[in-house]
């Protein structure tokens, strides 16, 4: 499946959907394709499965930070609570 809208996506991108099996013959094709009706350009190629997974790794590393410093936080609350006095600890004006 080919998915190319040059008004919608002006970029020059094209989205090739391949069957599983055989890729390099199926990518060196469309890469002689390419280049066959654009000389000009060079041809790249991108799986969108790594393009996902690079993403979901990057969010996955933002989490394990946030739970770092959300359980830092936790901490430093349970240890300032655990050494003040909790009836002195109340501050009335």
């Known amino acids: 499946m080919i998915y190319h809208n040059p008004e919608s996506r002006p970029y020059g991108y ?25 000389p000009g350009f ?27 410093f959300a359980e830092l936080t936790v901490g430093f609350q349970a240890v300032k609570a655990s050494r003040s006095d909790p009836i002195t600890s109340l501050h009335y004006e």
């Open 14 to 38: 094209m989205f090739v959907r391949i069957n599983p099996g055989n890729i390099s013959e199926k990518i060196g094709f469309l890469g002689r394709t390419a280049v066959k009706y654009n």
């Open 42 to 68: 060079p041809f790249e190629y991108h799986f969108l499965d790594d393009d996902y997974d690079l993403m979901f790794r990057s969010v996955e590393r933002e989490m394990g930070i946030i739970q770092t």
